[in-house]
Nanobody, 122 residues
Framework: QVQLVESGGGLVQAGGSLRLSCAAS????????MGWFRQAPGKEREFVAT????????YYADSVSGRLTISRDNAKNTVYLQMNSLKPEDTAVYYC???????????????WGQGTQVTVSS
């Protein structure tokens, strides 16, 4: 079992920044990939970014590349999502997830956090 707890969401003006955290506990060694996804009201959950615990290799959705940065702190079992130059269209509930391998598909991740709300005002 892997437990994931997100934090750091909130309300920010367009152009502002937020840093989300995802604290992992339990059998974290059993899942090498961590991902961030988001879901806006009335829309499907979409991929944002992914990183591997072992190598630190990353991959981003085109819509966030250059503005959002995923990173990890292995000593703290924590993954971060630094969000800069935020836009109103970034408004969503952000979820972190754990899986065996990096993937853009939500179905490839089998552990999920409860989500944290990010609201960007115009």
């Amino acid at each position: 079992q892997v437990q994931l707890v997100e934090s750091g969401g909130g309300l920010v003006q367009a152009g502002g920044s937020l840093r989300l955290s995802c604290a992992a506990s339990g059998r974290t060694f059993s899942r090498d990939a961590m991902g961030w996804f988001r879901q806006a009201p009335g829309k499907e959950r979409e991929f944002v970014a992914t990183i591997r615990w072992t190598t630190g290799s990353t991959y981003y959705a085109d819509s966030v590349s250059g503005r959002l940065t995923i990173s990890r702190d292995n000593a703290k079992n924590t993954v971060y999502l630094q969000m800069n130059s935020l836009k109103p269209e970034d408004t969503a509930v952000y979820y972190c997830a754990a899986g065996y391998r990096r993937s853009l598909r939500a179905s490839d991740y089998d552990y999920w956090g409860q989500g944290t709300q990010v609201t960007v005002s115009s």
